[in-house]
Structure formats: structure tokens, C-alpha cells
């Protein structure tokens, strides 16, 4: 089993800070590495895939970057829209994990 | 447009049983892999099974391993989930998630269907 550790777990920050969520695995995955937003009574939505290539549709603002072992989601300027709970997840191996979860909170 | 939307929840006595669907539209549905994830109230998101376009090739978390039934019916375009035994533990919202064709992150999730199980 491949263990993640996704921080913080908890994030307050005000509209416009850029922000980081750092998520780190127990073995390397290359770049096998999704990243998934979800907000309050919704589904998970898919964001970054490939632990840097953007979804269609997703903002510019957003990106992601690392390899093997550790990994990082960046909002460059946040918006309101953007203050949900962030997840990585691995897609390497059996089974699949995701991390803890990071909530983005208004400061 | 593709669409995954669960169905078969509701409250169940520990020990019982129940059986989740996922109907898919908007897209070929027997050339995608396809998952079932949980989430318990107030929790992460968790993984709890794959099976292959085919239903060949299927894979559990080790929670529900041998409590929990993963299948599909290609002709009618559903995903299933058979849950045997049920636990307090098991209360949580399932979705149905789609596996991208070429590399398996998920791309499409429905958007799920409450379990609850309580006496």
C-alpha cells in the first residue's frame, strides 16, 4: 500500500494569496498524481492529472508540480470560488489512495 | 455529455444488505474501467473498488474485501455494487467514478448515493 501525507489539513487564507498544498508518498509513483477539488455536499472534481497537466476547463491559476515522492498543488491568486477541500490521490498501484485532504478556508 | 448517476441507497440494519447502481450515459460505456469511492460523513474520500471495461479484471479495498461485490452490465450501460454484511463502518456516500481511457485517474464521478447503517 502506498501511504500519502497530504498539508495542512486545514488552510485560512484571504482572497488573492497564492496558496500550497504539499502532498508526499511513502514510495515514488513518478508522476502518477491527481489532484481533485470538492465542495460542501458535491462530487470530487478532477483538476490536475499527471501531477502537473491541467484539466480542461480548469483556471490557469491552478497548478501542480513534483515527481516520485513529493508533490504540490498551487492556487497563484485565490478566489472565492476556490475555498473547498483539495485531495491528491495516487494512480500508480493497487490499491488507490488519497490523501488526507486539505480544507481552504477564508481567513 | 457524460452523466454517472448512483442510485439504491438508503438505511440498512448491521449485517444487512445492499445493492448500488451507477447508470453511465454520454459516452461508450464498455470502454471504460470504472471504480466505486466512499466518503463518510465529515471524512476523506476513499477507494473501495475497480473492475476493467471487460469485468475481467476487478480489485477491493482491503475493508470491504469479501463483504463487497463490484460488477457491470455493458448492455445496459450500469455499474453495480453488491454490499454483503455491512457494518456501521460502511455508512458513507458511494459515487461511481470513471476511469480516464488511457492513463486511470478519475475523470467523472456521479454524484452519489447515500448509505447509512444503523440499527
Known amino acids: 500500500v502506498i501511504w500519502m501525507t497530504q498539508s495542512p489539513s486545514l488552510l485560512s487564507a484571504s482572497t488573492g494569496d497564492r496558496v500550497t498544498i504539499s502532498c508526499r508518498m511513502s514510495?515514488?509513483?513518478?508522476?502518477?498524481l491527481a489532484w481533485y477539488q470538492q465542495k460542501p455536499g458535491k462530487a470530487p472534481e478532477l483538476l490536475i492529472y499527471a501531477a502537473s497537466t491541467l484539466q480542461s476547463g480548469v483556471p490557469s491559476r491552478f497548478s501542480g508540480s513534483g515527481s516520485g515522492t513529493d508533490f504540490t498543488l498551487t492556487i497563484s491568486c485565490l478566489q472565492s470560488e476556490d475555498f473547498a477541500t483539495y485531495y491528491c490521490?495516487?494512480?500508480?498501484?493497487?490499491?488507490?489512495?488519497f490523501g488526507q485532504g486539505t480544507k481552504v478556508e477564508i481567513k | 455529455e457524460v452523466q454517472l448517476v448512483e442510485s439504491g441507497g438508503g438505511l440498512v440494519q448491521p449485517g444487512g444488505s445492499l445493492r448500488l447502481s451507477c447508470a453511465a450515459s454520454g459516452f461508450t460505456f464498455s470502454s471504460y474501467e470504472m471504480n466505486w469511492v466512499r466518503q463518510a460523513p465529515g471524512k476523506g474520500l476513499e477507494w473501495v473498488s475497480y473492475i476493467s471495461s471487460s469485468g475481467s479484471t476487478i480489485y477491493y479495498a482491503d475493508s470491504v474485501k469479501g463483504r463487497f461485490t463490484i460488477s457491470r452490465d455493458n448492455a445496459k450501460n450500469s455499474l453495480y455494487l453488491q454490499m454483503n454484511s455491512l457494518r456501521a463502518e460502511d455508512t458513507a456516500v458511494y459515487y461511481c467514478a470513471r476511469d480516464q481511457q488511457l492513463v486511470p485517474y478519475f475523470d467523472y464521478w456521479g454524484q452519489g448515493t447515500l448509505v447509512t447503517v444503523s440499527s
Open positions: 514510495q515514488g509513483i513518478s508522476s502518477y
Open positions: 490521490q495516487q494512480y500508480y498501484s493497487f490499491p488507490r489512495t
